[in-house]
């Protein structure tokens, strides 16, 4: 990721009240560096970037987990998007 670079972020099943899918999106403000002296932070020793949330649903996701697997033929907490899926995201975002 680089700066101006536009990332989703997805929820998994931490909260089982609520469906797993893409509840935000945002901006890439900072980075890529690694996060140094962090031990209780997920990312602590691991390239990270900072990032400005620029939307957030609370109710239902943007993107929901199934759409992601469709779009990526797999789902990871990091994956490069297929093409189509970054058109139709923009779309989805209000981008085009």
């Known amino acids: 990721m680089q700066l101006g670079d536009i990332v989703i972020l997805h929820v998994g099943k931490q909260d089982p009240a609520h469906e797993s899918g893409v509840y ?10 690694i996060l140094e ?3 209780a932070e997920y990312c602590n020793n691991k390239l990270t970037v900072d990032v400005r949330i620029d939307h957030i649903v609370y109710d239902t996701p943007i993107i929901t987990h199934e759409q992601c697997k469709r ?3 797999q789902y990871r907490n990091v994956h490069a998007m297929a093409d189509s899926f970054n058109d139709n995201l923009k779309v989805t975002l209000g981008f085009q």
Request: charged share 5%.
């Open 24 to 33: 935000a999106y945002g901006t890439v403000i900072y980075g890529p560096y």
């Open 37 to 39: 002296n962090r031990p």
């Open 71 to 73: 779009y990526t033929g």
